[in-house]
């Protein structure tokens, strides 16, 4: 059973950071890329970032490209994702999310299998 668990939100003042972390387990094999996503209040969900399985890859959502760095250490089945110079806009519930091999033709930011249950993201102004 696949299990994703997100940690490390909370609230923080604008302009400041935060890194959230992803832990995996269940993961059948090597290979998995990791996603993150957002959803904020009365929006839809967001992609935010994703990594491949080397570490190699990564895409971000335009918006967030120099404030947001995703990364994953494989030994230890986590995923990161910093985040700095927070704006109040991005106040969000986020997503952990992996998606298996079988999806690498398609792009970065869809068909993800499994879901965290969120950590939340708060930014005060």
């Known amino acids: 059973q696949v299990q994703l668990v997100e940690s490390g939100g909370g609230l923080v003042q604008a302009g400041g950071s935060l890194r959230l972390s992803c832990a995996a387990s269940?993961?059948?094999?090597?290979?998995?890329?990791m996603g993150w996503f957002r959803q904020a209040p009365g929006k839809e969900r967001e992609f935010v970032a994703a990594?491949?399985?080397?570490?190699?890859?990564?895409y971000y959502a335009d918006s967030l490209k120099g404030r947001f760095n995703i990364a994953r250490d494989n030994a230890k089945n986590v995923a990161y994702l910093q985040m700095s110079s927070l704006k109040p806009e991005d106040t969000a519930v986020y997503y952990c999310?992996?998606?298996?091999?079988?999806?690498?033709?398609?792009?970065?930011?869809?068909?993800?299998?499994?879901w965290g249950q969120g950590t939340q993201v708060t930014v005060s102004s």
């Open positions: 999310a992996a998606r298996t091999p079988s999806s690498r033709s398609r792009p970065l930011w869809e068909d993800y299998t499994y």
């Open positions: 269940g993961l059948a094999s090597s290979g998995c890329t």
């Open positions: 990594i491949t399985w080397s570490g190699y890859t990564t």
